[in-house]
């Protein structure tokens, strides 16, 4: 087991009016991509400002690298952050703007000039080093303020949100770059955001945060199939919940009931009856049929909602439950999904995940 | 084009109401500009053809060369160190925030709020106790304190239009608080130090009556000019007046052409 590169040791922050970070343990790996993702609020932001030295932890401590980082002023610590304003300098070129750090650190003009060229070039700003920052488009600021915080060859980089400010298409296209950097430079990434298409296009890892605690960190896979408790499986939102309780088991399987009826799901583990059996079910691994007959629950399409080549199908169940199901283009117009029209709902009990019981 | 008649009558009388405001406000000093290079000894119509008579006396004068030199000596001293402290004091109230914020701010900004006799008469009172009556520090170290709240007032105005990041995401550049200071924080406020700058050298040229109560026998070119006054009806004075007025404008334009009011020149940091 290698030693983490960096290590949150029940890191906690608290403002006069407001506990952000609350007691967090946290290892990163040298070299992984992760992902801190969660509501507004939820204390991801303050935990990278945490990590970078811009604030002072209340509580807990920080190593990077082995390193203690208590009392380390953020100025030494060499954990260079792309914001979510970006923070250029408006009163420096491009350049100017590429090669503050190493002015910083004593690197003469020519070779910091020099070092600040290649890295625009890396970036594809090549041909902008003496423009103006207002002159910049989105994407080519964005590029800017990445080519500023790599140009010291760090060993980690912080990004807070840093295409929240791009149009959709140019997000898309700094996610793939920022991909590549990442490959190519096989140092450590921690990448704030709160879209989920971010983070399950670019992480290793994906830590989910909630009210200053972390719910769960894992491949974003096993976060997207295996959620930790409610909380992550409705962040996650392809997730439906169905809240029931133990009646028994067999077979490596539990009976839970619920409101909705009897279902079986795999066992993680021998529970007692009467216990709390919630379980998610992915909205991809949910089957429709036209039939009312057969086996399943019953409920009406509420609506549909486009995602890029498949649609979301709102259905709802008796009681007011609302299920969301995932399916190609082509199976919807198949069963004719209109508002209004009855379907079953089944699915292979091999899916459904149930919920580890809280510690 | 035809406008109806109405239209141009209200366009006109706009213009006339503007031209007569302007005129009321730049006449007297017209009259200054003009009859200073009058060849009448007493500034009487009809004129008496242009000379350059009185700017030449002014320039053989010692005690207006004296007061001139005194002038631009207090106003350079003034200029510098309110711009220091007006930065400081605006940094101050950007940065931190702490419990007696409010009292700090006032006591910076509430000297040119003092009606200047009163305030030149405490200044006396109390610069004379400390045995600094009658130098020229002492009349700038008044100027100062009158000065500072403008250069804050624009510097502040400034710091307004820093981004709250830029100074953090610097320090996270490997620069230090003090190397953001010098590196990021001065060069954003540049044209507001220079405006500041020069605007303090204004307020402090023009100021007359506190430099009066506590210049002693240093004179300022506004007190010279009211001893002359006081003297016998002197020539001199329009073309005194003029050079001060020269002076004062120029100030003023240099502080404006940085304050930044230009519009769209605002540069995009949040």
Redesign the interface.
Same mark, same amino acid.
């Given at each position: 087991m290698p030693t983490p590169y960096i290590a949150l040791d029940k890191l906690d922050k608290r403002y006069p009016d407001h506990h952000a970070v609350k007691s967090i343990d946290l290892d990163i790996d040298a070299g992984e991509f992760i992902a801190i993702m969660g509501p507004s609020g939820c204390g991801k932001s303050t935990t990278l400002r945490l990590i970078?030295?811009?604030d002072e932890p209340t509580g807990g401590e920080i190593r990077i690298g082995g390193d203690s980082m208590r009392g380390v002023?953020?100025?030494?610590r060499? %954990?260079?952050?792309v914001?979510q304003?970006l923070?250029? $300098?408006? $009163?420096?070129t491009v350049a100017e703007n590429v090669a $503050?750090?190493l002015?910083?650190?004593k690197v003469g003009a020519a070779e910091r000039r020099k070092r600040a060229l290649d890295w625009l070039d890396r970036l594809g700003l090549a041909g902008m080093a003496e423009r103006n920052?207002?002159q910049l488009s989105g994407g080519q600021r964005q590029r800017v303020a990445i080519a500023?915080?790599l140009v %010291?060859e760090p060993s980690v980089l912080l990004l807070d949100e840093p295409l929240s400010a791009l149009d959709a298409h140019l997000r898309v296209r700094m996610q793939t770059e920022l991909s590549r950097l990442h490959r190519e430079l096989g140092i450590t990434f921690v990448y704030v955001t709160h879209a989920q298409s971010e983070a399950f296009a670019l992480a290793d890892r994906i830590v989910i945060m909630s009210e200053g605690h972390i719910q769960q960190v894992g491949r974003p896979q096993d976060v997207y199939r295996a959620p930790a408790n409610a909380f992550v499986a409705e962040f996650m939102g392809m997730n439906n919940l169905i809240r029931g309780e133990v009646r028994g088991g067999a077979d490596g399987q539990l009976e839970i009931g619920s409101a909705l009826g009897d279902f079986r799901v795999p066992a993680d583990a021998a529970r007692p009856e009467g216990s709390r059996g919630d379980f998610v079910i992915a909205a991809d691994r949910i089957a429709l049929a036209a039939d009312i007959e057969g086996p399943g629950i019953a409920g009406t399409v509420l609506g549909l909602e486009f995602v890029g080549s498949t649609q979301t199908v709102f259905v709802e169940i008796e009681g007011g439950t609302e299920f969301r199901v995932q399916k190609q283009q082509h199976e919807i117009e198949a069963l004719d999904l209109v508002p209004g029209r009855r379907v079953k709902l089944s699915w292979d009990s091999r899916h459904a995940w149930l919920l580890p019981q809280a510690a | 084009m035809n406008r109806p008649l109405a239209t141009r009558l209200s366009r006109l009388a706009q213009y006339g109401f503007l031209g007569a405001l302007f005129l009321f406000i730049a006449t007297p000093m017209l009259v200054i500009v003009v009859f200073s290079f009058d060849a009448n000894r007493f500034p009487t119509i009809p004129w008496g053809g242009f000379s350059l008579e009185w700017h030449r006396a002014i320039l053989d004068d010692p005690m207006i060369r004296d007061a001139f030199v005194n002038s631009v000596l207090v106003g350079l001293g003034t200029a510098i160190a309110s711009t220091v402290l007006g930065f400081a004091a605006a940094y101050i109230d950007f940065r931190y925030r702490f419990q007696l914020k409010l009292p700090f701010v006032l006591l910076v900004a509430v000297p040119p709020a003092v009606p200047a006799t009163i305030l030149g008469m405490a200044m006396l009172a109390f610069l004379s106790r400390l045995g600094l009556f009658g130098r020229l520090e002492t009349i700038m170290a008044c100027h100062v304190a009158i000065a500072t709240s403008f250069s804050m007032a624009i510097i502040r105005l400034r710091l307004n239009d820093l981004s709250r990041d830029l100074e953090p995401a610097a320090w996270n550049l490997g620069a230090s608080p003090a190397a953001a200071l010098i590196h990021v924080v001065l060069p954003f406020c540049k044209p507001a130090l220079i405006a500041s700058f020069f605007l303090s050298a204004a307020v402090s040229f023009d100021e007359f009556l506190i430099a009066w109560f506590v210049g002693g026998v240093h004179e300022t070119l506004p007190v010279r000019i009211l001893n002359l006054l006081q003297g016998q009806v002197n020539p001199k004075i329009n073309a005194v007046g003029t050079v001060v007025l020269v002076v004062s404008v120029a100030l003023v334009l240099l502080a404006q052409r940085f304050t930044g009011v230009r519009a769209g020149r605002r540069n995009p940091t949040s």
């Open positions: 970078a030295g811009l002023p953020a100025f030494q060499n %954990t260079p952050m914001w304003s923070a250029l $300098f408006p $009163f420096l $503050f750090p002015r910083m650190q920052i207002a500023r915080a %010291t | -």
